[in-house]
């Protein structure tokens, strides 16, 4: 029974994506493939490749397949800077109000600048100044002669992302959240965030240590002492700037991956984007992006390929070797794809417990859950 169950497949869209999107999609479906894991993927386009095959940067079939599915795993998207079309992640994080985003940092390769991190940072992802109020003023003849763009936090948005990083951390054994904001300068838009978060977080204070830093200093202890922090809990875009700070904490964007989380819907990625100055030459990390398939397999309570698939990549990278050019060796993305699929195909030992796999991120909450899954998954929704 157990058997026949577990090889109910569950359907997701697949985005290969832009630069080395493509590259690093082709390697993590090879991985899962020789993992067995259960998705049957429905490849859709967005980004630059679907503006130049559609016409449309966001196709409404690639809507409509992320809508049936309530589940997608992502290549990066380029977005073009100052003009063109708007970021499509955000579009995408909108049109699924995918409000959580969790991106966890965890060491994996030792012998880096620092050791043993273990932190997972909870940005809100759909308020502040991602709303894209954003506006050129002409003066005399300059029509770029001023810029004003302008942030939207509420109440409601605030409580729910901060509920759901408690619930995270309680979930995940964690034992403090530091609440990150401006308050003492954006008094209104990130005073809002605080206040909120500090009022939920008393329905937690018997659980969780709750405190609170200002994102200068923050940004600032990451580097001189980041074993303090545990949850951070943050805004949009001091969300999206810490997190890039403590991927570099971690061995850098290759190492990083994160989950979109919604009610209805889940979106997996890496942090990082489409890197356009290596796409083609064959040398890509498909590593943030098998972490993020991971977080997936966790979320569809697969956490046994989950784990399986961590400790393919710790002992590939730490024991075996195989790195890429932004780890410090010499392995082209294939070799470590194959690599990887040595590894998982050997079984071998499990990763040391202090050695950090990413934690395997149980789903929180609020989080979406396949539409169409095994019996196994459905039970937990
Ligand atoms: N979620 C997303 O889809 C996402 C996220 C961030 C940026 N972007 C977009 O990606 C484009 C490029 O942005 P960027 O250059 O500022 O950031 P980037 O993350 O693409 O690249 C930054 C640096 O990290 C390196 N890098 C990134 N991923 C790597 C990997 N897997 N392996 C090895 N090296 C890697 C790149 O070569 C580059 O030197 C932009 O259009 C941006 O808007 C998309």
Redesign the pocket.
């Known amino acids: 029974m157990a058997k026949t169950t577990r090889k109910a497949l569950i359907p997701a869209t697949l985005i290969p994506?832009?630069?080395?999107g493509p590259e690093?999609v082709k390697a993590t479906l090879a991985i899962l493939d020789a993992l067995g894991a259960p998705f049957a993927w429905d490849v859709q386009s967005a980004g630059m490749a679907a503006l130049k095959d559609h016409l449309d940067p966001l196709p409404e079939a690639t809507l409509t397949s992320i809508r049936r599915n309530g589940l997608a795993l992502?290549g990066?998207?380029?977005?073009?800077?100052g003009g063109g079309f708007r970021?499509i992640?955000v579009r995408l994080r909108e049109e699924f109000k995918l409000f959580g985003n969790v991106r966890p940092g965890k060491t994996v390769i030792p012998g880096g600048r620092y050791e043993d991190i273990d932190l997972v940072l909870i940005r809100e992802n759909l308020e502040g100044l991602y709303v894209g109020f954003d506006h050129y003023i002409p003066i005399d003849n300059d029509p770029h002669g001023a810029a004003i763009s302008s942030g939207v936090n509420t109440r409601a948005g605030s409580r729910r992302i901060s509920r759901f990083a408690f619930e995270y951390a309680v979930r995940n054994g964690r034992k403090k959240v530091t609440i990150v904001h401006k308050a003492n300068i954006l008094k209104a838009l990130t005073g809002i965030f605080l206040e909120t978060a500090l009022e939920i977080g008393k329905e937690y204070q018997d659980r969780l240590q709750i405190e609170e830093r200002i994102v200068d200093a923050c940004a600032m202890q990451l580097v001189m002492n980041p074993w303090q922090f545990d949850v951070i809990l943050t805004t949009n875009l001091f969300g999206d700037i810490l997190s890039d700070e403590i991927a570099g904490l971690v061995g850098?964007?290759?190492m990083a991956p994160g989950a979109n989380i919604g009610e209805h819907a889940a979106i997996f990625?890496?942090?990082?984007?489409?890197?356009?100055?290596?796409a083609g030459r064959g040398?890509?990390?498909?590593i943030?992006l098998l972490y993020a398939a991971a977080m997936m397999l966790d979320h569809v309570d697969r956490q046994d390929l989950a784990t399986r698939l961590r400790d393919a990549i710790h002992n590939t990278t730490v024991i075996d070797n195989v790195r890429?050019?932004?780890l410090g060796g010499k392995a082209t993305t294939v070799e470590i794809t194959e690599a990887i699929i040595r590894r998982i195909k050997q079984g071998g030992d499990p990763a040391p417990a202090k050695a950090a796999k990413p934690a395997a991120e149980a789903a929180p909450a609020a989080a979406a859950k396949p539409k169409a899954a095994s019996p196994r998954s459905r039970k937990s929704s």
């Open positions: 994506g832009d630069g080395i690093i992502k990066p998207l380029t977005t073009p800077v970021s992640n850098g964007l290759g990625e890496a942090v990082h984007g489409s890197a356009p100055d290596i040398i890509a990390n498909p943030a890429t050019g932004d």
